[in-house]
């Protein structure tokens, strides 16, 4: 028995920490060059599945960090919307506040202009209308990182899994 172990001795089992660190430099060399992780295994002269391990890992890293990326930009992208939007309903009630001033300091006797007015009015109204609706559209529409459960939880109360398990 003593034989065997000496003849296996340093070709088997666990590599050392300081090895592992190593192995798993190598590979993430590797892995950055787009390399598959066959072609890194063979280069390497490692295990295949030891690549392909350490390869997943670096992919679950790569995506989590790209989806926090996108998250952040989706955030900051919504708030720069919706404050340009308020931006656009300041001017706009603004404007219609013009409108009414102008049309109330005009004299009653000019009926022309109160259908001009009224025209300019309902313009601006429907406008004011519409943006309000694009930004609670904006407002109301959940970023990446939320979970639809989480979302209507907090839409609308309690979880609807949970109405919907009370009922059967």
């Known amino acids: 028995m003593p034989n065997k172990i000496a003849k296996n001795s340093g070709k088997r089992g666990r590599p050392t920490k300081a090895k592992q660190v190593e ?16 072609y890194a295994a063979s280069v390497l002269k490692l295990n295949p599945h030891t690549v392909e391990k350490y390869f997943r890992e670096f992919q679950e890293a790569e995506l989590e960090e790209t989806n926090r990326d996108f998250v952040i930009k989706q955030h900051s992208v919504k708030n720069k919307v919706v404050a340009r939007l308020d931006d656009i309903l300041d001017k706009l009630d603004q404007q219609y506040r013009d409108i009414k001033a102008k049309f109330e300091e005009s004299d009653a006797e000019e009926i022309y202009d109160l259908a001009r007015y009224e025209a300019m009015k309902t313009t601006v109204l429907k406008s004011i209308s519409d943006i309000l609706q694009q930004k609670a559209s904006i407002e109301t529409t959940p970023t990446l990182d939320i979970t639809i459960d989480k979302y209507i939880e907090e839409t609308y109360g309690k979880s609807v899994s949970e109405k919907v398990a009370k009922s059967k």
């Not at 192995?23 to 066959?38: L, N, V």
């Open 23 to 38: 192995i798993r430099k190598d590979c993430e060399e590797e892995y950055m060059k787009y390399h598959s992780a066959s």
